[in-house]
């Protein structure tokens, strides 16, 4: 993939979003490392802060942390615990499993901002995914552009 596809995918995720809904995030939070590009374009777009959730141990103190389940082991991820609490919108760049995103989410409400949903560029779990995670997001809360 090019940088040219992504910006166009990112202008896309944009317009997807409903109307009024940018004037409810506060910041973007997003994931290492593809998750930057998209959250860091999507920032730069609308001028909204990014919020970086890092792998362990690359945050200075103090941090929040959040074990997570991959297709393959375990994982650790970091929100730094002291930034302004506001409304975010969790960016990530492929959507499989979900635990990413659940450990995402889970950091974010730790650190005291509010989550309101997430955007993916490619959704690889689908409807069953919403499904079996209906607890943590509502049908309407998890907007995605699935790209083939």
């Known amino acids: 993939m090019l940088y040219g596809h992504v910006t166009q995918l990112v202008d896309e995720l944009l317009a997807a979003l409903p109307d ?34 890092r792998k362990a141990g690359k945050l200075p103190p103090p941090v929040f942390s959040e074990n997570y389940t991959l297709e393959y082991g375990t994982d ?8 302004p609490k506001t409304n975010v919108l969790l960016v990530d760049d492929v959507l499989a499993t979900g635990g990413t995103l659940i450990a995402s989410k889970r950091l974010c409400e730790q650190a005291g901002h509010g989550v309101l949903g997430a955007l993916v560029l490619l959704d690889l779990a689908g409807i069953a995914w919403r499904y079996w995670h209906a607890d943590l997001f509502g049908d309407d809360d998890l907007m995605g552009l699935s790209v083939i």
Not at 24 to 45: D, H, K, Q, W
């Open 20 to 53: 009024g809904f940018l004037d409810t995030v506060g910041a973007f939070a997003t994931t290492e490392a593809r998750g930057f590009v998209i959250g860091s374009l999507l920032a730069g777009r609308t001028g909204k802060p990014l919020i970086l959730i």
């Open 76 to 83: 650790t991820l970091q929100i730094k615990a002291n930034l």
